[in-house]
């Protein structure tokens, strides 16, 4: 008996429009109507203009700050469960509070487990996410978790730069799992950046593992907060010898001077994906900041999804 296919339905949260737009384009169906209300007050109450019955609803919102992009999106899950949905899955091309995915000190929150919890209480059958903080945040889910590799996006580009002396390099002993994993689409070297730090956001010292003497080194990381780490990295790492250095980053959170901070450093080029929507004036103005679009593949995995083939098939890489 063939499979049976359900209606497919797109919504977007208010957080990641421009890139909800996209990707349904790149599927080929467009957004569904949907409103969202704000009381005097400031609480919001998302409302879907059109029948959800029966239909796979696709819940497209990244949890980045504010805290409303989160709630917002819980809302839509609950509003689509109480509206009859056949099954829903939330995208969340960045999932916001990766961070805090353990207790690294005394009487903390581990809010990634928290987040999950929402999420699934909510009322969500599955979530599709991409490059998560730490990649055992899947196993806070207790539902199907899709967690897509943003490396088909950049190895393609890296490559079509054509650096002649390429060096991979992470940013910190954390990343170096996902620095190794890069550089072997590339048989490259990896290079370790160790920090110590004072607090969030603050580094106290920061030392080269590895040569980088004559070497086109690509920094490679999944968050770009106040873009302080990498700068710092790639200083340090022009100061050994090496002849140019690029960071790559998934998740271009940007806050505070991180535009006039990357645009000040000596690195030739940032580049990110479009998980989170950047600041039109402060891009334009960073020349250094490259974006390249995640909608097809998140496009390609919601087909995927819906048709019951495998995710996997959509990370080969030429």
């Known amino acids: ?44 109450q998302p409302h879907y203009n059109e029948s959800v019955r029966g239909s796979d609803v696709f ?14 999106l819980l809302l839509m899950i609950d509003a689509a469960k109480r509206a009859s949905a056949h099954y829903i899955t939330v995208v969340v091309p ?4 990766a961070r805090q995915d353990r207790k690294d ?3 903390v929150a581990i809010g990634a ?31 199907p978790v899709d967690h897509l590799d943003g490396s088909i996006i950049f190895v393609p580009y890296i490559k079509s730069l054509k650096l ?36 969030a956001n603050e580094i ?11 070497q086109d080194v690509v920094l490679i990381d999944d968050i770009c907060d106040t873009a302080g780490t990498l700068s710092k ?30 645009e000040n450093s000596v690195l030739t080029e940032m580049i990110v994906t479009d998980t989170i929507q950047l600041n039109p004036e402060k891009t334009i103005q960073c020349s250094k900041i490259k974006v390249l679009s995640t909608a097809d593949l998140f496009a390609n995995a919601i087909k995927n999804i819906n048709e019951h083939s495998s995710i996997s098939d959509l990370f080969q890489v030429d």
């Open 204 to 214: 106290e010292s920061m030392s080269i593992i590895g040569d980088v003497t004559g």
């Open 164 to 199: 002649p002396n390429l060096t991979i390099a992470s940013p910190d002993m954390g990343g170096s799992y996902r620095a190794r994993t890069f550089a072997k689409f590339f048989n490259a070297e990896v290079i370790i950046c160790d920090k110590r730090r004072k607090r």
């Open 105 to 107: 000190k005394p009487r």
């Open 59 to 72: 819940l497209i919102q990244s949890t980045n700050q504010p805290t409303d992009n989160l709630f917002e």
């Open 113 to 143: 487990k928290l987040m999950a919890n929402l999420i699934t209480a909510a009322g969500a059958h599955r979530i599709m996410t991409m490059d998560l903080h730490a990649a055992q945040i899947q196993g806070f889910f207790d539902i």
């Open 94 to 97: 960045y999932f916001g509070f």
């Open 233 to 262: 990295a790639a200083a340090l790492i022009m100061e050994n010898g090496a002849n140019s250095v690029r960071a790559v980053c998934t998740h271009a959170v940007l806050s505070g001077k991180a535009y006039e901070t990357i």
């Open 1 to 44: 008996m063939p499979l049976q296919f359900n209606t497919v339905k797109l919504f977007a949260g208010s957080g990641t429009l421009e890139l909800a737009e996209k990707i349904s384009k790149s599927y080929g169906k467009p957004l569904g109507d949907k409103t969202l209300s704000k009381f005097s007050d400031g609480e919001i």
